[in-house]
Nanobody, 118 residues
Framework: VQLQASGGGLVQAGGSLRLSCAAS????????MNWYRQAPGKERELVAT???????NYLDSVKDRFTISRDNAKNTWYLQMNSLKPEDTAVYYC?????????????WGQGTLVTVSS
């Protein structure tokens, strides 16, 4: 399965972006679809998850600002990011978690850069 992330860019603080991750084939039988991010000099962190059954989960710092969603028919999931802050600047990666635990065999997109200016 190949994942193609898109939608990153440069935005002013307070602005919005929507990231997309398109999968080359159906992936919604897997446990979860995630968005991670990695800021310069920092470790990668999990930003948002949407489980195959529909529930979602968010990093505390993005709750009420970010929304993860999916379109099963398009094999695509999204991250709507509102009220962006400079600290949201990072490379954002989409990920398919195949099982209950993250493993090296999970699928990853190539990353899309989000830059939030103050």
């Amino acid at each position: 399965v190949q994942l193609q992330a898109s939608g990153g860019g440069l935005v002013q603080a307070g602005g919005s972006l929507r990231l997309s991750c398109a999968a080359s084939k159906s992936i919604f039988r897997y446990v979860a679809m995630n968005w991670y991010r990695q800021a310069p000099g920092k470790e990668r962190e999990l930003v948002a998850t949407i489980y195959s059954g529909g529930p979602t989960n968010y990093l505390d710092s993005v709750k009420d600002r970010f929304t993860i969603s999916r379109d099963n028919a398009k094999n695509t999931w999204y991250l709507q990011m509102n009220s962006l802050k400079p600290e949201d600047t990072a490379v954002y990666y989409c990920n398919v978690q195949k099982g209950l635990r993250v493993t090296p065999s999970d699928y990853w997109g190539q990353g899309t850069l989000v830059t939030v200016s103050s």
